[in-house]
């Protein structure tokens, strides 16, 4: 399982995501205070984008319904007993870089 690169340094604002696909999964890369962090594009409760959402305080914010979930460690701010995938990421030069499992 190797890193891809996803984004150039600057092609993610603070504070905003991008969604990707790496490896057959949609992937949202967000930019939290110049922290580069990947999770799991979609959202449980109706299949959001999470990518489209903004960063709060290090949570990404649904687009539909506003459920916000913690960019470090994918938990449901509101119920930790659910979450979503993170990722590990890395910056290489300029290029933001992810490691996501192939789909099985």
Same mark, same amino acid.
């Given at each position: 399982?190797?890193?891809t690169p996803?984004?150039q340094?600057?092609?993610?604002?603070?504070g905003r !995501?991008?969604t990707? $696909?790496?490896?057959?999964r949609?992937?949202a890369v967000f930019n939290v205070g110049g922290e580069?962090?990947?999770m799991d594009?979609? &959202?449980p @409760?109706? !299949?959001a984008s999470l990518?489209?959402?903004?960063?709060? /305080?290090g949570?990404?914010? &649904?687009?539909? @319904?506003?459920?916000?979930?913690? $960019? &470090?460690?994918? $938990?449901w701010c509101?119920n930790?007993?659910?979450?979503?995938?993170?990722?590990?990421?890395?910056?290489?030069? /300029?290029e933001?870089?992810v490691r996501?499992?192939t789909?099985?």
């Open positions: 399982m190797d890193f996803v984004a340094i600057g092609g993610i604002p603070e !995501g991008i990707v $696909t790496v490896n057959g949609l992937v580069y962090r990947a594009d979609l &959202c @409760h109706m !299949g990518g489209a959402g903004d960063v709060y /305080e949570a990404v914010i &649904c687009p539909w @319904h506003a459920w916000r979930f913690d $960019t &470090c460690n994918g $938990t509101d930790p007993k659910l979450k979503v995938d993170v990722f590990e990421t890395r910056v290489v030069g /300029e933001i870089q996501v499992p789909k099985e």
